[in-house]
């Protein structure tokens, strides 16, 4: 199918999609390959494969500890007076107000499932708060063995939520306890684009095949990135919303679990990070329509090491721009467009699981991957924002989890 463009989208070429895995803890083949390659089918050029082992170490970068005591914090959010919203993975939605942690937890927080990768994951905020007062959250609903990942909406009042409504959820449901996305990212016609997880790793079966396989079947939600309305409605400009054999929510598919997602405002680009399996980690330029591959054509193998397939490539489906090989597992993601710091202006920052680095990505006008350099954090990076006033945060992955800025050392 051909990708429909958007009034809002007239400059996008395709939007990177990173691979992540929430868990990935396996040691990784190296792939000595570091040269740039244009692949001839793909939708997206100038494809670069790289040996993350060997990306060099950046210089420069000023690092301070926030906040300290964090329960495996998965997501942030800003409010329109300057405090920020945390949620960690366990069930609690925290509040930091002028720099110290609110000790307790905010209340109204719907009922989550967690273990494994399961949890209380992203939270964002309507971008008319001021007015509506709207919070979203994605969070895992279900048991160990009948499970989905939740799109909810509550009113905020400052200490607790109200008014709480499911907007959406992910079907077929799933069993264990791996691979449910979630990123939220808001688009400028108001519209919102939820990430979803293929739900999950081998042998994890749903009808008799392989559940990834759903990644590629436009009547599931696993393994796709949808649109939807505030409320949770599906636009009717949605590019298969008039097609009689796909789910009319799904923006794009062919996904394994995205867990980075950010809008690039300077050129109407969306990006994207998701995991390989055993390396293969990818990063796509996201198209309305596009089919990203997953798990018909992949640079990642499985965990024992056997091929998951031969293809790298087929005519109508996107290339990655960007393959990471051992894999990092990307979580988080922001793209860099503040005043603050003029010389990481249009370039992406891709917080790493495995690498406990954040990755610095230099894009060119036409969003290819001219370099890379590692902000070592020293643990697992969960998530990576942009502050209204023009910082970079990081988010780690811990239990005793930490929120870290980052800035140009004499910034």
């Given at each position: 199918?051909?990708?429909?463009?958007?009034?809002?989208?007239?400059k996008?070429?395709?939007?990177?999609?990173?691979?992540?895995?929430?868990?990935?803890?396996?040691?990784?083949?190296?792939?000595?390959?570091?040269?740039?390659?244009?692949?001839?089918?793909?939708?997206?050029?100038?494809?670069?494969?790289?040996?993350?082992g060997?990306?060099?170490?950046?210089?420069?970068?000023?690092?301070?500890?926030?906040?300290?005591?964090l329960d495996?914090?998965w997501?942030?959010?800003?409010?329109?007076?300057?405090?920020?919203?945390?949620?960690?993975r366990?069930?609690?939605?925290?509040?930091?107000?002028?720099?110290q942690?609110?000790?307790?937890?905010?209340?109204?927080?719907?009922?989550?499932?967690?273990?494994?990768?399961?949890?209380?994951?992203?939270?964002?905020v309507?971008p008319?708060?001021?007015?509506?007062?709207?919070?979203?959250?994605?969070?895992?609903?279900?048991?160990?063995?009948?499970?989905?990942?939740?799109?909810?909406?509550a009113?905020?009042?400052?200490?607790?939520?109200?008014?709480?409504?499911?907007?959406?959820?992910?079907?077929?449901?799933?069993?264990?306890?791996q691979?449910?996305?979630?990123?939220?990212?808001?688009?400028?016609?108001?519209?919102?684009?939820?990430?979803?997880?293929?739900?999950?790793?081998p042998?994890?079966?749903?009808?008799?095949?392989?559940?990834?396989?759903?990644?590629?079947?436009?009547?599931?939600?696993?393994?796709?990135?949808?649109?939807?309305?505030?409320?949770?409605?599906?636009?009717?400009?949605?590019?298969?919303?008039?097609?009689?054999?796909?789910?009319?929510?799904?923006?794009?598919?062919?996904?394994?679990?995205?867990?980075?997602?950010?809008?690039?405002?300077?050129?109407?680009?969306?990006?994207?990070?998701?995991?390989?399996?055993?390396?293969?980690d990818?990063?796509?330029?996201?198209?309305?329509?596009?089919?990203?591959?997953?798990?018909?054509?992949?640079?990642?193998?499985?965990?024992?090491?056997?091929?998951?397939t031969?293809?790298?490539?087929?005519?109508?489906?996107?290339?990655?721009?960007?393959?990471?090989?051992?894999?990092?597992?990307?979580?988080?993601?922001?793209?860099?467009?503040?005043?603050?710091?003029?010389?990481?202006?249009?370039?992406?920052f891709?917080?790493?699981?495995?690498?406990?680095?954040?990755?610095?990505?230099?894009?060119?006008?036409?969003?290819?991957?001219?370099?890379?350099?590692?902000?070592?954090?020293?643990?697992?990076?969960?998530?990576?924002r942009?502050?209204?006033?023009?910082?970079?945060?990081?988010?780690?992955?811990?239990n005793?989890?930490?929120?870290?800025r980052?800035?140009?050392?004499?910034?």
């Amino acid at each position: 199918m051909k990708a429909k463009t958007y009034g809002w989208m007239k400059k996008v070429g395709s939007a990177i999609a990173l691979l992540t895995i929430a868990s990935c803890s396996v040691t990784q083949q190296p792939n000595t390959s570091t040269t740039a390659q244009t692949t001839p089918n793909s939708s997206s050029s100038n494809l670069s494969v790289s040996n993350s082992g060997n990306v060099a170490a950046a210089q420069g970068v000023q690092k301070t500890t926030v906040v300290e005591g964090l329960d495996h914090p998965w997501s942030l959010a800003w409010l329109p007076d300057g405090s920020m919203l945390i949620t960690e993975r366990s069930g609690q939605l925290r509040i930091m107000r002028n720099g110290q942690l609110d000790p307790t937890p905010i209340a109204g927080v719907p009922e989550v499932l967690v273990g494994g990768q399961a949890g209380l994951m992203d939270v964002s905020v309507h971008p008319r708060f001021a007015e509506n007062r709207l919070v979203y959250l994605t969070y895992s609903h279900g048991t160990e063995q009948a499970n989905r990942t939740r799109l909810a909406r509550a009113t905020f009042d400052g200490k607790s939520l109200s008014n709480l409504q499911v907007l959406f959820e992910v079907s077929p449901t799933k069993s264990g306890l791996q691979h449910f996305g979630s990123r939220i990212i808001w688009l400028p016609d108001s519209t919102m684009l939820l990430a979803i997880g293929d739900g999950g790793n081998p042998p994890i079966q749903l009808n008799g095949e392989l559940i990834r396989q759903q990644a590629q079947n436009r009547r599931s939600r696993l393994g796709k990135i949808v649109r939807l309305n505030d409320d949770g409605s599906i636009p009717q400009d949605n590019p298969f919303v008039k097609s009689t054999d796909t789910e009319p929510a799904i923006w794009s598919y062919g996904h394994r679990n995205i867990q980075g997602l950010t809008f690039d405002p300077i050129n109407n680009r969306i990006w994207a990070t998701e995991h390989g399996s055993q390396g293969g980690d990818e990063a796509n330029l996201v198209q309305a329509g596009g089919n990203y591959g997953w798990p018909i054509v992949t640079y990642s193998r499985e965990y024992s090491g056997e091929e998951i397939t031969k293809e790298r490539s087929r005519p109508g489906m996107v290339d990655p721009k960007l393959v990471w090989t051992p894999a990092i597992a990307p979580s988080g993601l922001a793209f860099y467009s503040g005043g603050k710091f003029p010389q990481w202006q249009g370039d992406l920052f891709a917080g790493g699981l495995v690498s406990q680095d954040v990755r610095h990505i230099d894009l060119d006008a036409q969003g290819n991957v001219v370099n890379q350099q590692a902000i070592e954090i020293g643990q697992r990076v969960r998530d990576v924002r942009q502050s209204p006033d023009g910082m970079l945060y990081v988010l780690t992955d811990d239990n005793n989890g930490q929120l870290i800025r980052l800035e140009p050392s004499g910034g």
